[in-house]
């Protein structure tokens, strides 16, 4: 069951894994080339690493912050059959993001109360009452 408090997702092999070897292996290749510096090259290859995990990363969570957009103008057109777009300029993608875990029941009613109050996502995520898991985010 996911809630506010349960919600955040890791993937292990990214975060646990790949992330920190390669973080390794770059602090390792730095101490290496100090030492001496014909190691220049290992160094030039862990960074390299370093930048391609990253980007993979940003990438994927990216192109998931450009699905969630889609979905949450295709739920307010299916709620309201009216466009989304007067009503996500005046929303952070932060809280477009925090918006997506609300039930079709409080969107509407959410969605206002943000731009009215300015919400944080923080808030928004603690406002709703029936929380939509997803279990497919990156």
């Not at 996500?88 to 109050?117: W, Y």
Request: aromatic letters at 10%; glycine letters at 2%; hydrophobic letters at 45%.
């Amino acid at each position: 069951m996911q809630d506010v408090k349960t919600h955040t997702r890791y993937f292990p092999l990214h975060h646990f894994i790949l992330m920190p070897l390669t973080i390794g292996i770059f602090i390792w290749s730095i101490i290496q080339t100090i030492k001496t510096t014909n190691n220049i090259p290992f160094f030039v290859i862990a960074t390299i690493l370093l930048i391609t995990t990253a980007i993979t990363r940003i990438y994927a969570l990216k192109n998931q912050d450009r699905i969630i957009r889609l979905e949450m103008r295709l739920r307010y057109f299916q709620l309201t059959q009216q466009s989304f777009s007067s009503v996500e300029q005046k929303l952070t993608l932060k809280q477009l993001v925090a918006l997506r875990f609300a039930s079709d029941d409080e969107l509407i009613a959410l969605i206002h109360k943000t731009i009215n109050e300015n919400l944080s996502p923080g808030a928004i995520k603690n406002s709703v009452k029936n929380w939509q898991a997803d279990i497919h985010r990156v």
